[in-house]
């Protein structure tokens, strides 16, 4: 192996590292989020540093909440209230209730609120049961159903977790066996209280290709499916009227 070799890997850990610390000191991160236009069906996408679109390229354009604004055109509005490194739960280190987005986004007068929590709250930090997840989301989906509109709420699972073995990359906490009973714990909530439910696991799973960085966050194209995913289900079960 040559010295170049060497300096070469060193770079890609460090850069792999300054993007870890990026997004955990992100999490507070709090970009402002333009007013709706007047007259427009209003989609409030609450979530964590996936929905906020973290370290998709030019993330304007490319998050998932931009993209699915692009499918829907001009009627609506829609908004990213997506929070970096936060949960569901709120005994997490970082509760979305605990973020001004959380605020922001019941301020917002949604017509439809997208939920996508869940991919933080299966950090080992954070993790305490189903049952706590459960009840703490169940809340946060109450909360929205009851603010002065009775706006929408569609659940969104988290997207599958893609193992990553080149240790250039960001390595994460993250333990599968949690992730995979938040998502059917999602789903069965979604059933029992008659929600629809986006189910962006399933989407997910067969695309590693959009998630090569730490096997978590999307790419653009992953954003774009994740888009892609909201708006079929969008349009077949909440707009068809």
Not at 95 to 109: G, L, R
Not at 113 to 134: K, S
Not at 141 to 152: E, F, N, S
Not at 215 to 225: T, V
């Amino acid at each position: 192996m040559t010295a170049l070799y060497y300096i070469g890997l060193v770079l890609l850990i460090l850069m792999a590292a300054a993007a870890q610390l990026l997004l955990y000191s992100a999490g507070n991160y709090v970009p402002r989020v333009p007013p709706p236009v007047s007259g427009t069906v209003r989609i409030a996408c609450v979530g964590d540093s996936i929905t906020f679109g973290a370290l998709v390229k030019r993330r304007g354009a490319n998050c998932y909440p931009a993209q699915l604004q692009k499918l829907l055109g001009s009627r609506y509005s829609v908004r990213n209230f997506g929070a970096n490194g936060h949960a569901a739960q709120k005994s997490a280190d970082k509760p979305y209730w605990q973020h001004p987005y959380f605020k922001a986004s019941t301020e917002f007068d949604s017509d439809i609120v997208l939920l996508m929590l869940g991919t933080n709250d299966a950090l080992e930090r954070n993790w305490r049961g189903a049952g706590p997840f459960i009840a703490d989301y169940r809340e946060m989906i109450t909360h929205y159903q009851a603010l002065p509109k009775r706006p929408v709420v569609c659940l969104m699972t988290p997207p599958t977790q893609f193992p990553v073995d080149n240790p250039t990359k960001v390595i994460h906490e993250l333990r599968k066996d949690e992730l995979s009973e938040i998502t059917e714990a999602i789903i069965k909530l979604g059933a029992e209280l008659s929600l629809s439910v986006i189910d962006v696991n399933t989407a997910t799973k067969n695309h590693p290709e959009y998630f090569k960085f730490d096997g978590i966050h999307p790419d653009a194209g992953g954003a774009r499916l994740i888009a892609e995913t909201a708006c079929r289900v969008l349009t077949t079960e909440v707009l068809k009227g």
